[in-house]
Nanobody
Framework: QVQLVESGGGVVQPGGSLRLSCAAS????????MGWYRQAPGKERELVAD?????STTYADSVKGRFTISRDKHPVYLQMNSLKPEDTAVFYC?????????????WGQGTQVTVSS
């Protein structure tokens, strides 16, 4: 049914920028929230940013002022500026669909972001 595919990851120098994209395909309805998570080696997966159907956004404290999440009808983007080595992680796209009475999460396969000189 629903598939999410991330792209845009790669290697970038500290202070550089990178733009991640998440393309959704399949039968999609009632999108509640789309967001980005990341997981560094030895650490738990954490929320980076998300955007809700009403347009409100949430950012992790560590990325506020540097990252910006945006979305089209289905795709979601993450503009990352002023990247730091500690941003290095696998970034995952997540889509939550449903209503107030039920919901389902879908995850992409992840894209590697490496910030290093």
């Amino acid at each position: 049914q629903v598939q999410l595919v991330e792209s845009g990851g790669g290697v970038v120098q500290p202070g550089g920028s990178l733009r991640l994209s998440c393309a959704a395909s399949g039968s999609i309805c009632s999108i509640n929230t789309m967001g980005w998570y990341r997981q560094a080696p030895g650490k738990e997966r954490e929320l980076v940013a998300d955007i809700r159907s009403g347009g409100s956004t949430t950012y992790a404290d560590s990325v506020k002022g540097r990252f910006t999440i945006s979305r089209d009808k289905h795709p979601v983007y993450l503009q990352m500026n002023s990247l730091k080595p500690e941003d290095t992680a696998v970034f995952y796209c997540k889509m939550n669909v449903g209503s107030r009475y039920w919901s389902q999460d879908y995850w992409g396969q992840g894209t590697q972001v490496t910030v290093s000189s």
